[in-house]
């Protein structure tokens, strides 16, 4: 049985959940249940903090797991990247009040508030920088108006917390963090296929299949428009020059692609979702 490890609460467990149910996986039905196991796929899912999930994976103790890049690093586990699942965007920044400090170099004996000390403490010493790290569980903006930081490093989304707390960002990023798929020294059976699934659903959210007719003779530059992720499909029509093409678009695109074919004289141009994809 594959032992997965998945994050029980935070910013990426209702999107692993949603994504594993996605891709034909069963969860667990509440939110205390710490154990899951789905017979049917042979894999049984344990639900743990997302910032301990490398520690378990990197003992060998669980086979594979999904983290944040940012958790993964912090924690200094053996565990490695296999994928990256494009979902917990998030980039890891410096912040301090406005104007106080804009150089990295200025955090030399100054104390950074953050709930990542390895990860913080790793890019200052490569660059030779000795900062006093203050470690906190969160809320880490508020650190500094309450005396007990000069600057901190944390997860920033939108930056709404940080401006709420008068911080500005400096410095250069940290760290460009995404959840990921990650695994310990072996690469147990079940692997390969948790994640074509997985693919598959990343596939199913971010494109779609678009179907339209065409005159023969333009297919060359509608191609150009909207080439598919291997090739289009053209199937001829029953009338004379005329083809019918199926092909795969970013969904983020679609309206635009549809624009561009319809310029081009395409016809009945129709957008479809994909529900699973295998590619
Ligand atoms: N807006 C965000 N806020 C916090 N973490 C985010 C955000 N977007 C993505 N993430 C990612 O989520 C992971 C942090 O998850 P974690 O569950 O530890 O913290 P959290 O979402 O802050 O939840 P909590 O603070 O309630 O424990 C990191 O990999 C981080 O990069
Ligand atoms: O840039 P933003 O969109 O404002 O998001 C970033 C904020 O969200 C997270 O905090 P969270 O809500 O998880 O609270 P925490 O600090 O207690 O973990 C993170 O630690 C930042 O504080
Ligand atoms: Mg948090």
Same mark, same amino acid.
């Given at each position: 049985?594959?032992?997965?490890?998945? $994050?029980?609460?935070?910013?990426?467990? =209702? @999107?692993?959940?949603?994504?594993?149910?996605?891709?034909?996986?069963?969860?667990?039905?509440?939110?205390?249940?710490?154990? &899951?196991?789905?017979?049917?796929?042979?894999?049984?899912?344990?639900? !743990?903090? $997302?910032?301990?999930?490398?520690?378990? #994976?990197?003992?060998?103790?669980?086979?594979?797991?999904?983290?944040?890049?940012?958790?993964?690093?912090?924690?200094?586990?053996?565990?490695?990247?296999?994928?990256? !699942?494009?979902?917990?965007?998030?980039?890891?920044?410096?912040?301090?009040? %406005?104007?106080? @400090?804009?150089?990295?170099?200025?955090?030399?004996?100054?104390?950074?508030?953050?709930?990542?000390?390895?990860?913080?403490?790793?890019?200052?010493?490569?660059?030779?920088?000795?900062? @006093?790290?203050?470690?906190?569980?969160?809320?880490?903006?508020?650190?500094?108006?309450?005396?007990?930081?000069?600057?901190?490093?944390?997860?920033?989304?939108?930056?709404? %917390?940080?401006?709420?707390?008068?911080? =500005?960002?400096?410095? $250069?990023?940290?760290? =460009?963090? %995404?959840?990921?798929?990650?695994?310990? *020294?072996?690469?147990?059976?079940?692997?390969?296929?948790?994640?074509?699934?997985?693919?598959?659903?990343?596939?199913?959210?971010?494109? #779609?299949?678009?179907?339209?007719?065409?005159?023969?003779?333009?297919?060359?530059?509608?191609?150009?428009?909207?080439?598919?992720?291997?090739?289009? %499909?053209?199937? $001829?029509?029953?009338?004379?020059?005329?083809?019918? #093409?199926?092909?795969?678009?970013?969904?983020?695109?679609?309206?635009?692609?549809?624009?561009?074919?319809?310029?081009?004289?395409?016809?009945? @141009?129709?957008?479809?979702?994909? &529900?699973? *994809?295998?590619?």
């Amino acid at each position: 049985m594959l032992r997965i490890a998945v $994050p029980n609460k935070g910013s990426l467990s =209702e @999107i692993a959940a949603e994504m594993l149910a996605e891709a034909g996986y069963s969860g667990r039905r509440d939110s205390r249940q710490l154990v &899951h196991t789905d017979a049917r796929n042979g894999v049984e899912f344990f639900y !743990l903090r $997302p910032r301990d999930i490398a520690t378990y #994976v990197g003992s060998g103790a669980l086979d594979i797991g999904i983290t944040g890049r940012d958790l993964l690093l912090d924690s200094g586990s053996a565990a490695h990247e296999i994928a990256h !699942l494009d979902f917990g965007d998030s980039t890891f920044r410096f912040a301090a009040p %406005t104007n106080e @400090i804009s150089d990295i170099a200025d955090l030399a004996g100054k104390r950074v508030a953050t709930s990542y000390p390895k990860l913080v403490d790793d890019f200052l010493r490569a660059r030779g920088i000795e900062a @006093i790290l203050v470690k906190l569980d969160g809320a880490v903006e508020s650190a500094v108006r309450l005396g007990v930081a000069d600057a901190v490093a944390d997860v920033v989304s939108t930056g709404a %917390t940080l401006r709420a707390a008068g911080l =500005e960002i400096f410095g $250069p990023v940290i760290l =460009e963090s %995404t959840a990921v798929l990650i695994g310990g *020294a072996k690469r147990p059976e079940g692997v390969d296929r948790l994640l074509r699934r997985l693919r598959g659903v990343l596939v199913a959210r971010k494109f #779609v299949i678009m179907d339209y007719d065409l005159r023969e003779s333009d297919l060359d530059a509608a191609v150009a428009i909207a080439g598919g992720i291997e090739s289009p %499909t053209v199937s $001829p029509l029953k009338d004379e020059g005329w083809v019918a #093409v199926r092909v795969m678009v970013s969904a983020d695109e679609a309206n635009d692609v549809m624009d561009r074919l319809a310029d081009l004289g395409a016809r009945a @141009i129709l957008v479809t979702a994909i &529900h699973a *994809a295998r590619l």
